[in-house]
């Protein structure tokens, strides 16, 4: 195995100093990282959580590359850090080959080394300069690459042992099966689940966006899904992790289980901290458990696309329409500026105004019920929605279901949706 001496490894600390890589550069490389191994092996997208997973493994892996770089130790002495560890096990959990899990390291060392070299041709003026980089570089990344695909196999083979001996695998594939819309024996598959399939669901996730220490782990998450079945009053709940800090939960009731929101006081005091809810629309037998729990991971998405803090318990049935207009990201700034033109600048007074529109609109153009609502004069909300009409060239009333989906898409996190 190639291995960069001491010599070696303090002169490659210089270039690093000199090149100087910054947050931002990491941030960007993560992503082009993530995107190229999602290009390389499209199965892992068949897990709309892995392309998260992939993209903090990458950060973690890279945070711990600078680290050691910058400090010059290594690259032998790298250990797989916690979310690469969490990285290796989702492949187990989903059926994913050890080959595809290396590949992605390699295809993720393949895509750093040619950001490197790029950094290196525009940071370095000599040329010499530049080819002493690169080869310092070449050597000491393969050393540390390997290194880590050790870790990685170890943790891989491990992580598939107890899982194949574990009944939560089980339990994992009937649901994975059930959610694929896979030919499945609901009798058999009710048996497995230790849950009655005939019958009303209601689907939700519970997750939390805390990747520090600090986060809440599934264990608590869990519990935070347990309790809220009881609090939402199905007859039985099935929960089953389904990511690193992702649960995904439903209840099943003889009647309909209504999609009440319950008090962010019902969550766990000790996971309230960090942990989020989202709720799918109640729903009957197979189809249905499959479909409340799609539109729970659509609820999440908008949830996280409008930065929701932890806490929130967000409904399918509040948030579809915002998030059937948002699948496709270009589609949504596109519609949202040929809506509202002006209306969508981040100025103070045109969000002033939009806001306004929003709640005139949602009160049926009434501009009683918007000033009480918003605690205004009726004729400044008269006053406001007459510049909206001059700003837009017509009066709102004539376009209230377009405005009002634009409106709402202006909520999302822009930096997210623009992804």
């Known amino acids: 195995m190639a291995s960069a001496s001491a010599a070696d490894t303090a002169?490659?600390?210089?270039?690093?100093?000199?090149?100087?890589?910054?947050q931002a550069w990491l941030s960007d490389v993560s992503r082009q990282i993530t995107d190229a191994i999602h290009a390389e092996l499209p199965q892992l997208d068949a897990d709309p959580e892995m392309r998260a997973n992939t993209l903090a493994s990458t950060e973690n892996v890279l945070a711990l590359l600078a680290e050691m770089m910058r400090t010059g130790q290594p690259a032998e002495e790298a250990g797989l850090p916690p979310a690469a560890v969490d990285y290796a096990r989702q492949y187990v959990r989903?059926?994913?080959?050890?080959?595809?899990?290396?590949?992605?390291f390699q295809v993720g060392h393949a895509t750093f080394?040619?950001?490197?070299?790029?950094?290196?041709?525009?940071?370095?003026?000599?040329?010499?300069?530049v080819s002493v980089a690169l080869e310092l570089g070449a050597v000491w990344t393969f050393a540390f690459i390997t290194g880590l695909s050790r870790d990685l196999v170890a943790q891989y083979t491990e992580e598939r042992e107890r899982w194949v001996r574990s009944a939560a695998a089980l339990r994992a594939e009937t649901v994975r099966s059930l959610l694929a819309g896979e030919p499945v024996d609901a009798h058999a598959a009710a048996q497995r689940l230790r849950y009655e399939l005939a019958r009303h669901h209601l689907g939700f996730v519970v997750w939390s966006d805390d990747g520090?220490?600090?986060?809440?782990?599934?264990?608590?998450?869990?519990?935070?899904?347990?309790?809220?079945?009881?609090?939402?009053?199905?007859?039985?709940?099935?929960?089953?992790?389904?990511?690193?800090?992702?649960?995904?939960?439903?209840?099943?009731a003889a009647a309909p289980v209504a999609d009440a929101v319950p008090a962010p006081a019902s969550l766990e005091p000790a996971a309230a901290a960090t942990a989020l809810v989202a709720l799918g629309r109640p729903a009957t037998g197979v189809a249905g458990f499959a479909a409340s729990h799609r539109q729970a991971l659509e609820a999440r998405r908008v949830a996280q696309l409008s930065r929701r803090r932890p806490g929130a318990v967000v409904r399918y049935r509040d948030v579809g329409l915002t998030a059937l207009a948002s699948i496709d990201p270009v589609l949504a700034r596109a519609f949202v500026a040929e809506e509202?033109?002006?209306?969508?600048?981040?100025?103070?007074?045109?969000?002033?105004?939009?806001?306004?529109?929003?709640?005139?609109?949602?009160?049926?153009?009434?501009?009683?019920?918007?000033?009480?609502?918003?605690?205004?004069?009726?004729?400044?909300?008269?006053?406001?929605?007459r510049t909206v009409a001059e700003l837009l060239g017509a009066p709102p009333e004539e376009r209230i279901g377009e405005l009002l989906v634009a409106l709402r898409l202006t909520a999302l996190d822009p930096e997210a949706l623009s992804r």
């Not at 989903?94 to 992605?104: E, G, K, Q, T, V």
């Not at 080394?113 to 040329?127: G, K, M, N, Q, Y």
């Not at 002006?342 to 002033?352: F, G, H, K, T």
């Open 11 to 22: 002169q490659l600390r210089g270039f690093f100093a000199r090149i100087g890589p910054n």
């Open 212 to 252: 520090s220490a600090a986060g809440a782990d599934v264990a608590e998450l869990e519990h935070v899904a347990a309790e809220l079945a009881a609090t939402l009053g199905g007859g039985n709940a099935l929960v089953v992790p389904v990511g690193p800090q992702l649960v995904a939960a439903w209840v099943g």
């Open 113 to 129: 080394f040619r950001c490197w070299a790029a950094l290196a041709h525009a940071e370095l003026s000599d040329p010499a300069e």
């Open 340 to 385: 509202l033109g002006p209306l969508a600048e981040p100025s103070d007074e045109m969000r002033r105004l939009a806001a306004t529109l929003r709640v005139y609109l949602e009160e049926r153009a009434s501009p009683r019920r918007a000033a009480r609502r918003l605690g205004l004069h009726e004729n400044t909300i008269k006053n406001r929605i």
């Open 94 to 104: 989903n059926d994913l080959s050890l080959d595809a899990l290396l590949r992605s």
